[in-house]
């Protein structure tokens, strides 16, 4: 069975671009999250959507949006990229919205911002 | 403000003996705590987590240890295998939005 699926694996984008990374859940997962992992730091927290709903928004600039589509694959969009944009995108998915039970995270999507 | 706090980047332990994580928190509304190992370019892998009306989960070689009047949580590891050497995440989570909150990690050398 396969485990969370993330595209492109890696992105060079230049500052002022857009960019958009993808990720396809385990089958049956209902809830798709998104973080960003900056070298030397933890994931952090950007979006949860559970059933095509926004369930929560971490501390991002408006620049950051997301969705989740019908079959629960999901895009995370960063517009007007910055330096400070550069890292790993990680997706998370759960049968539920429910931590306790553990996320199934991708590899992730490295993005570097030039 | 850093609600998630692990204090050691690194740790070196001997193979066969224990190794303990530790981990601090700052946040009483947690509900849930957990444990994420992370290899190079892999994603967090979860290993065990703990309500916060248990003060003791266990799974196989990991145990999750809390004290909330400390605020303060562990995983033990027992005994360690050269396959355990990772990052490790601790991690916690309030019910009413469920959003994990990371701490920096620590890296766990296992030494043969």
């Known amino acids: 069975d396969a485990g969370v699926t993330q595209s492109p694996t890696h992105l060079i984008k230049t500052r002022g671009q857009h960019v958009t990374l993808r990720c396809s859940p385990i089958?049956?997962?209902?809830?798709v999250s998104w973080y960003q992992q900056v070298l030397g730091q933890g994931p952090q927290f950007i979006f949860q959507y559970y059933e095509k709903e926004e369930r929560g928004r971490g501390n991002f600039p408006d620049r950051f949006s997301a969705r989740q589509f019908p079959n629960y694959s999901s895009e995370l969009n960063v517009n007007a990229l910055l330096l400070g944009d550069s890292a790993l995108y990680l997706c998370?998915?759960?049968?539920?919205?429910?931590?306790?039970?553990?996320?199934?995270f991708g590899s992730g999507t490295r993005l570097t911002v030039v | 403000d850093q609600q998630v706090k692990q204090n050691s980047p690194s740790l070196s332990v001997q193979e066969g003996r224990i190794s303990i994580l530790n981990c601090d928190y700052t946040?009483?509304?947690?509900?849930?705590f957990l444990w994420y190992k992370k290899y190079p370019a892999e994603g967090p892998t979860f290993l065990i987590s703990i309500s916060s009306i248990k003060d003791k989960n266990e799974d196989g070689r990991f145990t999750v240890f809390l004290n909330k009047s400390a605020k303060h949580l562990s995983l033990h590891i027992v005994p360690s295998q050269p396959g355990d050497s990772a990052v490790y995440f601790c991690?916690?989570?309030?019910?009413?939005?469920?959003?994990?909150?990371f701490g920096k990690g620590t890296r766990l050398h296992i030494l043969p």
């Open positions: 089958s049956g997962h209902k809830s």
């Open positions: 998370a998915s759960s049968l539920i919205a429910r931590a306790l039970y553990g996320y199934t």
């Open positions: 946040n009483s509304m947690f509900d849930y």
């Open positions: 991690a916690a989570s309030a019910r009413r939005d469920d959003k994990i909150i």
